[in-house]
């Protein structure tokens, strides 16, 4: 076993080692060094902190005998045993690690830092895998606090050692996470170069790919998304889940649920987008990174674009919300969330829109200090949004103004239209203005006809989305339920959730009565027939 967790840790196969390490008796365990050292390393690669000090101290109750190593035995009274000799050397840069490991789960984060520090001085310049260990850790506390460029300028170097130690699989998950950083400061172009040559590296080795290669096409899938290819999106996810779970981080789970959901809630399908979503709840794995989008804050998104404002409330209350919180990096998705919550919320608490804008204000003004320029560019939209609400065009488009300036050099494409009618609206206006020329030209093209302008052209006082004028067009054919999910590649719960909500709509009670008020108001010849 000694001999061997060197190189399937190289490979992340730590779910083979830890039963081994397990089945071992503790007695053998405690005087072996080496093992004792890695079983800490197994655990606290799940995230479990239970156990990890007494092996670590297991360990590290031998170091004194670093220098009497020797034929595969040695220390005080001969009972220590060590095999690979080369790795008992490096105990104490190893120890050193998983203790700044132990302290950043721990949320110690200065214990995390000054162990990641005491490691960098302990181990050679030789021993890359203890320096890139150290430098990742090291990273991830300044990814907690939100200095993402100290963040980013300690996991370039992670990955530089970690590539020279040949643990390419810890190479891919460096790189995930400094693409998520340049995501988060708005710089999807660098993160689209990082995730494509870590897919190359991952997949260039002798005919078969490292774990982490699925990681990268869901990466990827995240920006063509973004940038309004869902075709394309969707192309790079079934590459991920063609490679399978085995070539999948542990985040690779429920980062590609997450993706897969954005996708859906482009198509219109936002009960598809939370059946998804659900899914990924229950399979989320932190894997170290700070949990900066929870799902849960994902999923309130999409109540509060449904109208269900009473949930999205519910689970603010949970997370004990409030728009007078003092703010941190960590609960920076959550509070924009709830900014929407009221924006939205206009019609049931006078006074929401305001304290909404308040909230926003100051998000903004916290984005802007730490370099996060896809924050800025969504709080801009919803201050844009907000000011339109009130009926204030000139603020709206001001701020509007300032997102497209941001969001233009990227690309940015779902940013907006995700914001449905009332940013079609609002764009509408900003051409009017001359404001962004050709990049509005291009956003306002991006709303089809069976997106959120057809809320204006629609005869309704709450328009279908783009979905239910799917489901819609096959209620007025012959197919049944079962053919219909068939047909859009949905469950039968969602097209059931979806033809309660047309129903609703259009104020039926039955297929017949909704294929008959179809014809009556021209819904699907006004919106081209669905997409």
């Not at 659900?278 to 949990?291: H, N, Q, W």
Request: net charge negative; glycine share 10%; aromatic share 4%.
């Amino acid at each position: 076993m000694e001999l061997a967790i060197p190189a399937m840790t190289r490979l992340r196969q730590e779910a083979t080692i830890r039963p081994w390490l397990e089945a071992l008796p503790d007695a053998v365990l405690r005087v072996r060094p080496v093992l004792s050292d890695a079983y800490a390393g197994s655990l606290l690669v799940r995230g479990e902190v239970e156990g990890v000090e007494r092996r670590l101290r297991d360990a590290e109750r031998w170091l004194g005998a670093i220098d009497e190593v020797a034929d595969g035995e040695a220390g005080p009274a001969g009972s220590m045993v060590v095999v690979d000799e080369a790795a008992f050397r490096q105990l104490p840069g190893q120890i050193a690690v998983h203790r700044a490991g132990l302290a950043l789960i721990l949320g110690d984060l200065a214990g995390a830092g000054a162990n990641a520090r005491r490691a960098l001085d302990l181990v050679g310049a030789d021993d890359h895998l203890s320096r890139g260990g150290a430098a990742a850790l090291l990273a991830l506390a300044s990814w907690t606090i939100g200095d993402l460029d100290e963040a980013s300028r300690w996991y370039a170097a992670a990955i530089a050692s970690l590539e020279r130690a040949g643990h390419l699989s810890d190479v891919m998950g460096c790189a995930l996470a400094l693409a998520d950083i340049r995501l988060a400061q708005g710089r999807p172009g660098e993160a689209l170069r990082i995730f494509e040559r870590s897919l190359a590296l991952a997949t260039g080795q002798g005919g078969h790919a490292l774990r982490g290669a699925a990681d990268m096409y869901v990466g990827i899938s995240t920006i063509l998304r973004e940038r309004g290819d869902l075709d394309g999106a969707g192309r790079q996810l079934l590459l991920a889940g063609e490679l399978g779970d085995e070539n999948g981080l542990p985040q690779n789970c429920y980062r590609s649920r997450v993706a897969l959901a954005a996708i859906r809630r482009a198509q219109g399908d936002p009960e598809g987008a939370l059946e998804l979503l659900t899914e990924a709840e229950r399979l989320y794995v932190g894997d170290f990174s700070p949990d900066v989008r929870p799902v849960a804050a994902i999923k309130a998104r999409i109540w509060v674009a449904q109208d269900r404002l009473s949930e999205a409330f519910d689970w603010a209350r949970k997370r004990s919300l409030s728009a007078e919180d003092e703010l941190s990096y960590l609960r920076e998705f959550e509070h924009v969330t709830l900014a929407r919550m009221l924006l939205a919320g206009r019609a049931r608490e006078d006074g929401s829109v305001q304290r909404g804008l308040n909230l926003l204000e100051r998000l903004l003004q916290a984005a802007e200090d730490g370099g996060r320029t896809a924050g800025v560019i969504e709080v801009l939209i919803l201050q844009a949004l907000g000011h339109q609400a009130r009926g204030d065009v000139r603020a709206a488009l001001a701020q509007l103004a300032r997102a497209l300036a941001l969001a233009e050099p990227e690309g940015y494409v779902r940013i907006f239209i995700d914001e449905g009618a009332p940013m079609a609206k609002l764009l509408e206006a900003a051409a009017g203005q001359a404001i962004a020329p050709a990049y509005v030209r291009r956003l306002l093209s991006a709303f089809g006809p069976a997106e959120a302008r057809t809320a204006a052209r629609q005869p309704l006082v709450e328009p279908l989305s783009a979905r239910e004028l799917e489901v819609l067009r096959l209620l007025a054919g012959d197919l049944d339920g079962p053919g219909i999910a068939a047909e859009l590649v949905v469950s039968l719960n969602t097209v059931r959730s979806h033809t309660k909500s047309i129903y609703a709509k259009l104020a039926v009670n039955s297929r017949r009565e909704a294929v008959r008020r179809t014809v009556e108001l021209d819904l699907l010849s006004r919106t081209g027939r669905g997409r």
